[in-house]
């Protein structure tokens, strides 16, 4: 069965970084499109970023010069590289497939960033 878990997330002050890790069984992402997402309080669920089927990578403009995402296909595992942190960045983040019906979601992680 496909299984999602991510971790990684924190309590960090505003400036800070943070690496989240989403480890898979079930999917193969060197294979899908792959991405990062994140849903705060009272917002809807957005993409941050993304691996395309063919491995390029997308950012939302939130994230773009701050947010790196990476791969280990031999540990079948996405990361997140958050750097400069802002409050704004504050959510849940979650990693699933891009595009098409979702795999069941993972319980996702928290990220808080203090002012």
């Known amino acids: 069965q496909v299984q999602l878990v991510e971790s990684g997330g924190g309590l960090v002050q505003a400036g800070g970084s943070l690496r989240l890790s989403c480890a898979a069984s079930g999917i193969i992402f060197r294979l899908s499109a792959v991405g990062w997402y994140r849903q705060a309080p009272g917002k809807q669920r957005e993409l941050v970023a993304s691996f395309t089927g063919g491995g390029n990578t997308n950012y939302a403009e939130s994230a773009k010069g701050r947010f790196t995402i990476s791969r280990d296909n031999a540990k079948n595992t996405v990361y997140l590289e958050m750097n400069s942190l802002k409050p704004e960045d504050t959510a849940v983040y979650y990693c699933?497939?891009?595009?098409?019906?979702?795999?069941?979601w993972g319980q996702g992680t928290q990220v808080t960033v203090s002012s």
């Open positions: 699933n497939k891009v595009g098409g019906v979702p795999l069941r």
